[in-house]
C-alpha cells in the first residue's frame, strides 16, 4: 500500500480526535469487572434488599385466597441458596458462570411470583 492511501504525507495535517476533550461531567471507564465470589457476594446484598425474606407477612401461606405460586416456599429456596452460597464463598469455594446466571435467573423468577401475589411492588419494564 502506498503511503498516499494511508495518508502519511509528512506535511499533510489530519484532525486528531485524541486531542479532542471529553466534557467535565464524563468520567473515563476505568473500573474492572468484579471476580465471580465477588459479583455473587454483590448479587446476594442485592437480593436480601429486594426480596422480603425475613418478614413475617410473607411466610403465611396463600395470603388473602389468591396465592399463585407459593410466596413461603419460593422464599425459602431462595434462602436456601443465600446460606449455601455465602457458607461455599466463606470456605473459599466460589461459583463459576453458570451457578452465577442460575442463581440471577432463580431470583428473578421469585420476584415476578412475588409480584404477582401482591409481596412486592412491580418494577417498571425495561426496553
Given at each position: 500500500?502506498?503511503?498516499?492511501?494511508?495518508?502519511?504525507?509528512?506535511?499533510?495535517?489530519?484532525p486528531s480526535l485524541?486531542?479532542?476533550?471529553?466534557?467535565?461531567?464524563v468520567k473515563p471507564?476505568?473500573?474492572?469487572?468484579?471476580?465471580?465470589?465477588?459479583?455473587?457476594?454483590?448479587?446476594?446484598?442485592?437480593?436480601?434488599?429486594?426480596?422480603?425474606?425475613?418478614?413475617?407477612?410473607?411466610?403465611?401461606?396463600?395470603?388473602?385466597?389468591?396465592?399463585?405460586?407459593?410466596?413461603?416456599?419460593?422464599?425459602?429456596?431462595?434462602?436456601?441458596?443465600?446460606?449455601?452460597?455465602?457458607?461455599?464463598?466463606?470456605?473459599?469455594?466460589?461459583?463459576?458462570?453458570?451457578?452465577?446466571r442460575r442463581f440471577?435467573?432463580?431470583?428473578?423468577?421469585?420476584?415476578?411470583?412475588?409480584?404477582?401475589?401482591?409481596?412486592?411492588?412491580?418494577?417498571?419494564?425495561?426496553?
Open positions: 500500500m502506498s503511503s498516499a492511501a494511508l495518508n502519511l504525507h509528512a506535511k499533510t495535517q489530519t485524541v486531542t479532542a476533550q471529553a466534557p467535565a461531567n471507564i476505568t473500573t474492572k469487572k468484579p471476580d465471580l465470589n465477588s459479583a455473587m457476594l454483590n448479587l446476594i446484598e442485592e437480593v436480601k434488599n429486594e426480596l422480603p425474606l425475613y418478614e413475617s407477612e410473607t411466610f403465611i401461606c396463600g395470603p388473602k385466597g389468591n396465592c399463585s405460586g407459593c410466596s413461603k416456599k419460593l422464599l425459602e429456596m431462595v434462602d436456601t441458596e443465600l446460606m449455601y452460597w455465602e457458607h461455599s464463598i466463606s470456605m473459599g469455594q466460589g461459583p463459576n458462570f453458570e451457578e452465577l440471577g435467573k432463580l431470583c428473578s423468577s421469585v420476584r415476578r411470583g412475588l409480584e404477582r401475589n401482591g409481596l412486592v411492588e412491580k418494577r417498571p419494564r425495561r426496553r
